[in-house]
């Protein structure tokens, strides 16, 4: 299972799903991809999971038979300890998710 992780999502996030193949936007090279282009390029790498805090995302992007699945996390803020608390969640997601689908976190 690989997963990337948004630029727009703290990286210390990463420290916290240690457990699978992570990996951030910036670290790929990909900041300032547009969403297709990024799509694009993740299922082309092979990556499973797209990780977000964009929640125009789910409107903007057709996933009808995209390889990839996408959390969309939904928190006060994109701070590291607004997204925090949803860490729980973000792990019981991981192993369920579908490809084309996008799934949202509260």
């Known amino acids: 299972m690989r997963?990337?992780?948004?630029?727009?999502v703290p990286r210390r996030l990463l420290g916290l799903l240690a457990d699978y193949n992570v990996a951030t936007v910036p670290y790929m090279g990909w900041s300032g991809k547009k969403n297709g282009e990024l799509?694009?390029?993740?299922?082309?790498?092979g990556f499973n999971i797209f990780i977000?805090?964009?929640?125009?995302?789910?409107?903007?992007?057709n996933m009808k038979g995209a390889a990839i699945?996408?959390?969309v996390l939904y928190a006060e803020t994109n701070s590291y300890d607004?997204?925090?608390a949803l860490v729980p969640r973000?792990?019981?997601?991981?192993p369920i998710?579908?490809?084309?689908?996008v799934y949202v976190i509260k």
């Open 69 to 71: 699945a996408i959390l």
């Open 52 to 61: 977000t805090v964009d929640q125009n995302l789910q409107y903007q992007q």
């Open 3 to 8: 997963i990337l992780i948004d630029e727009c």
């Open 97 to 101: 998710v579908k490809p084309s689908t």
């Open 39 to 45: 799509l694009k390029l993740m299922i082309d790498e």
């Open 82 to 84: 607004d997204l925090l």
């Open 90 to 94: 973000i792990k019981e997601a991981i």
